[in-house]
């Protein structure tokens, strides 16, 4: 037994190498990092219990959970509409005639919010449809460049195959783009929810008359309230944490297929 427990800890350590015990170890380690915290005597990190005070303030008083619910609509419908729009430009450029404006949209991902934000302005009618236009923008052409990769990726015999089907032009497409890639779509819509957070603090610091948890975040930080920003971010990670886990479920749910190819089990 000590030796199996031995080779196990040793496993740990060994790149590629066989570990059963990948739950335990993680709560060991968040344990461990929870108590060093608690421990620590450096003065520029907030206390948990300090942390613990200012969310309750948020919460009573600047209404935490409504502004973390307004993020959280107009984060969901943005990436509805990204993964709508990058869909449609990955699918269109498997005829060459939209194959350059699927390249250009790419190449907008190198673009920063500072330079479009005024031009975005005009093409809006208020704050609320910026912050939108803004999210659906950043995450839209990100998932566009994975996307045309996927596409590119699609063996020639693949496409063969269908022909020989009897499939023609924009059937091969459904079969090999729309359903083929459902797994990798659904993958994709998982990252870009989260690349969505990264952008959202910049996003709603440009339309702060709308609200949103991105924009509490900057009061916070203007203000130095170190825990009221630690609270925040502790918020939207168990929020992101969880987003992510029913993605996955989801992914799984409507692909059961992408277990197995992962796995290698039924």
């Not at 208020?126 to 990726?153: C, H, I, P, R």
């Not at 929810?193 to 203007?222: D, F, H, K, P, Y």
Request: overall charge positive; hydrophobic content about 50%.
């Amino acid at each position: 037994m000590s030796l199996r427990i031995h080779t196990g800890l040793k496993n740990a350590f060994l790149p590629y190498s066989p570990f059963q015990a990948t739950r335990a170890l993680l709560l060991v380690q968040l344990v461990t990092a929870f108590v060093l915290w608690s421990c620590s005597s450096a003065k520029a990190l907030p206390t948990p219990q300090e942390i613990g005070q200012s969310w309750i303030m948020l919460f009573h008083e600047q209404g935490l959970l409504t502004e973390l619910w307004s993020s959280i609509t107009v984060l969901l419908l943005s990436l509805l509409l990204s993964t709508a729009i990058a869909l449609v430009i990955a699918a269109a450029a498997t005829a060459p005639v939209f194959l350059p404006i699927a390249r250009f949209a790419s190449v907008l991902r190198f673009l920063g919010f500072a330079g479009l934000s005024y031009l975005f302005m005009l093409l809006t009618a208020d704050a609320y449809q910026l912050k939108l236009a803004l999210l659906t923008f950043g995450t839209s052409v990100m998932m566009v460049t994975a996307l045309m990769a996927e596409v590119q990726a699609i063996p020639q015999q693949a496409i063969d195959h269908c022909k020989t089907l009897g499939m023609r032009n924009w059937r091969i497409t459904y079969e090999l783009v729309i359903l083929g890639k459902a797994d990798t779509l659904l993958d994709l819509v998982r990252q870009n929810a989260a690349i969505g957070w990264t952008l959202l603090t910049m996003v709603e610091g440009l339309t702060r008359s709308e609200g949103g948890i991105g924009a509490l975040l900057l009061n916070q930080n203007r203000y130095f309230q170190l825990s009221g920003v630690f609270a925040i971010q502790l918020t939207i990670l168990l929020y992101g944490v969880g987003q992510d886990y029913l993605l996955a479920r989801l992914r799984e749910t409507v692909c059961p297929y992408v277990k197995f190819n992962e796995t290698g089990n039924p």
